[in-house]
């Protein structure tokens, strides 16, 4: 055990995301694409007398520091099964957009739990991490395993897939939030009758071998035009990065952020450029996937 562990999470995007009718428990059922892009939030875990989360980085002061926040309920979660009182600051360094549709707060949630595991020197198995990840939040488990998947269930049921190159994206980070739970009940006024979501197989494909005009074609993001309608201005965006040369454009999960699949590093950073200067967002950031996991920075 040492005194402080440091875990490196990265953010996801959806190539694809297809949701299907709300079921009974309020949750929706999906064939959910995720990618790993290396975009990352750092959790660093010390013993302390309380609980307690600081955040630092850009939107940090947007980040709840209280007991909601789910590297906190992460903590509080590994310590109950263990009988250890989760004694520890952990502290948030943001490199994810925050409520940007990338699953920042679930890199935390799993961040924490990987940084408390090693700290506490409890050596839980990847199947209990995976649970305790699932008990958190749809995206956790992902955050936890990286690379990319096939997400059934509400998400939290994990296939590894296979990535066959890099791809170039961008991101352009919104200027204000969407809260997830209302783009999906957007998602469910605009689409009464919603089908069992589906794995496309073309995209499966095209991830498998690297193809990047493949995967642009086939990218899909069903609650996409749930986000445009709660947040119009998203369009300019999406046109911005089209006319600047991206392959495929689409929002990123529930949102704001939006994604520009590039076919390379060099158009990545044109398109980037533009998306600054259209001043349709707040920033853009450039990054490759897919990504690795949690991992842990500095070993417990
Ligand atoms: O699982 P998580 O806490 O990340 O989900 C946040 C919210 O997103 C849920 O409360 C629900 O409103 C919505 N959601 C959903 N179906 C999913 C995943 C999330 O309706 N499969």
């Known amino acids: 055990m040492s005194a402080t562990v440091t875990v490196r999470v990265p953010a996801k995007v959806n190539v694809q995301l297809a949701v299907g009718a709300a079921r009974s428990d309020g949750f929706h059922d999906l064939a959910n694409v995720f990618l790993a892009v290396g975009l990352y939030d750092e959790v660093t875990v010390t013993a302390a007398d309380e609980l307690r989360v600081t955040c630092e980085g850009p939107g940090a002061d947007q980040v709840p520091l209280d007991r909601t926040n789910l590297a906190a309920r992460a903590a ?3 310590a109950a099964r263990y009988g250890i009182p ?24 799993a961040g924490a739990l990987v940084a408390c595991d090693a700290l506490w020197g409890t050596q839980a198995s990847r199947e209990e991490l995976l ?11 992902f955050s936890l395993v990286g690379g990319a998947a096939l997400g059934t269930g509400r998400g939290e049921k994990l296939q590894p897939l296979e990535v066959g190159g890099t791809f170039h994206w961008v991101f352009a980070v919104a200027d204000g939030g969407l809260s997830t739970p209302a ?12 089908p069992a979501p589906e794995a496309s197989p073309a995209l499966l494909e095209a991830l498998r071998t ?15 035009p749930a986000a445009l309608s709660l ?5 300019d965006t999406l046109a911005a990065g089209t006319a600047a040369g991206a392959l495929a454009a689409l929002v990123s999960g529930s949102g704001p952020t939006t994604a520009f699949l590039t076919a390379d590093a ?26 690795r996991g949690a991992q842990v920075l500095t070993p417990g």
């Open 76 to 78: 509080e979660l590994l």
């Open 86 to 109: 989760p004694r520890v600051h952990l502290h948030i360094a943001k490199g994810i957009p925050v409520a940007g549709g990338m699953a920042g707060g679930s890199a935390d949630g």
């Open 131 to 141: 649970d305790i990840c699932a008990e958190l939040g749809s995206d956790v488990p």
């Open 183 to 194: 783009v999906y009940r957007e998602f469910d006024r605009l689409t009464p009758d919603a």
């Open 210 to 224: 690297g193809d990047t005009e493949a995967l642009a074609a086939t990218a899909t993001n069903d609650l996409q």
């Open 231 to 235: 947040f119009p201005s998203l369009a």
């Open 266 to 291: 060099a158009s990545a950073h044109k398109v980037a450029d533009a998306l600054t200067a259209s001043g349709t967002c707040r920033t853009a950031r450039v990054a490759t996937s897919p990504a």
